[in-house]
């Protein structure tokens, strides 16, 4: 079965910056397109960014110009650098996987059970 597991969530100062992993097994990583999405208490789910197959990214509009989403398909790993963090980047993130290309987390049918991350102000 595929299994993901995120890494690196944790606490954080506004303004500073977090490295996230996700580790994928049981997938045909290089053919998946990866996402991480997020959820705050009382919101939506919401694409931070997504990663396709050979490499082209999408990125929410909250989070454009400071999280960078990467891929490492050697290590069937996927990253999310999120740098000049902001209180509202508060939520879960949640690793998804999906075989076609979709900014709609909806669609993912592959998920991780999340890591949290705490930005204080």
């Known amino acids: 079965q595929v299994q993901l597991v995120e890494s690196g969530g944790g606490l954080v100062q506004a303004g500073g910056s977090l490295r996230l992993a996700c580790a994928a097994s049981g997938l045909a990583f290089s053919s998946s397109v990866m996402a991480w999405v997020r959820q705050a208490p009382g919101k939506e789910r919401e694409l931070v960014g997504a990663i396709g197959w050979s490499g082209g990214t999408s990125y929410g509009d909250s989070v454009k110009g400071r999280f960078t989403i990467s891929r490492d398909n050697a290590k069937n790993t996927v990253y999310l650098q999120m740098n000049s963090m902001k209180p509202e980047d508060t939520a879960i993130y949640y690793c998804?996987?999906?075989?076609?290309?979709?900014?709609?987390?909806?669609?993912?049918?592959?998920w991780g059970q999340g890591t949290q991350v705490t930005v204080s102000s």
């Open positions: 998804a996987a999906r075989v076609l290309w979709s900014t709609s987390p909806k669609d993912y049918n592959y």
